[in-house]
């Protein structure tokens, strides 16, 4: 079992890394030019903090799954904003500026989308969950915006340095993200199978609709940032409104089985966009 503060370091670090090493790369003019057009992007956004809830709530009703795996499912449903969720974008092949703005706009819009969420759920579980905006602007804020933001205020402060030390940076934290993806598995797979069958079905099922809503609404990159959600923030409300330990469990669970469906479909991807480019001349 590996030590809580060593594993929470190593996200932290890997989190930042990643963030840092994707702001090197993009610029605000990027951001913007995203938004020139913005049906693309408010589909993408619809995708992400509607219809990804909705499908979680119908697909563990339709279960029938204890309330707490139900709650479980449903808060990382409502959680968006997975800053790993970016780098999967860029690999499948996602253009950085439309990727990257939507990051930034998904990580903005869930200070507003988490407690109105809440809120909703209260009227369908007769609860009285809740969470404080500025706790999960705090956590988008450290996790996601900081990093980004120095990465590419250096970009635009230093654009020489930023791009000789962008390939270093994202190879540590490739190297990083890999080593706590490990060092996770090593703490995650007994509350993992300890959520039972019917729940990982139900978390598989989510992933795999969220999956394929995203990618008829916007393709590879609005797939991904769909279907991977940000166990931070649903921790956050879970560890907030005292939930029970199961509750956790089926989090843990929820990062696992989603991680291996995304991973997959990367790869996926991947492979569809190299058949479909044009071969390289021979010379």
């Known amino acids: 079992m590996v030590p809580g503060w060593l594993l929470n370091a190593c996200v932290a670090l890997t989190v930042f890394a990643v963030m840092f090493g994707i702001g090197l790369g993009v610029t605000p003019r990027d951001w913007r030019d995203a938004w020139r057009t913005p049906a693309p ?57 439309f990727a990257s703005c939507l990051q930034i706009s998904v990580a903005l819009l869930a200070v507003v989308s988490m407690p109105l969420s809440i809120a909703a759920l209260n009227e369908v579980y007769s609860g009285h969950a809740s969470i404080e905006p500025w706790d999960v602007m705090r956590q988008v804020f450290i996790a996601q915006l900081l990093p980004l933001g120095l990465g590419s205020g250096l970009r635009q402060a230093r654009a020489s340095l930023a791009t000789r030390i962008e390939p270093h940076v994202t190879r540590a934290g490739s190297f990083l993200l890999v080593g706590t993806v490990v060092l996770a598995l090593t703490n995650l797979w007994q509350p993992t199978i300890a959520a039972g069958t019917g729940v990982l079905a139900a978390i598989a099922l989510v992933t795999l609709l969220a999956l394929a809503a995203g990618h008829l609404l916007g393709g590879a990159p609005v797939a991904i940032t769909s279907a991977v959600r940000n166990p931070g923030l649903a921790l956050l409300v879970a560890t907030f409104n005292a939930a029970p330990r199961q509750v956790t469990a089926t989090i843990l669970a929820y990062v696992v089985i989603s991680a291996v469906i995304v991973t997959l479909y990367v790869a996926i991807a991947t492979h569809v966009r190299r058949t479909r480019s044009p071969a390289t001349p021979q010379r």
Do not use: H, K, N, Q
């Open 41 to 97: 992007m408010l589909r993408a956004l619809f995708a992400v903090l509607i219809v990804v809830p909705a499908l979680a709530l119908a697909v563990t009703r339709m279960l029938d799954l204890p309330r707490w795996a139900e709650i479980g499912v449903v808060l990382m449903a409502i959680s968006p904003g997975a800053p790993v969720a970016l780098r999967r974008s860029l690999a499948a092949g996602g253009l950085p500026a």
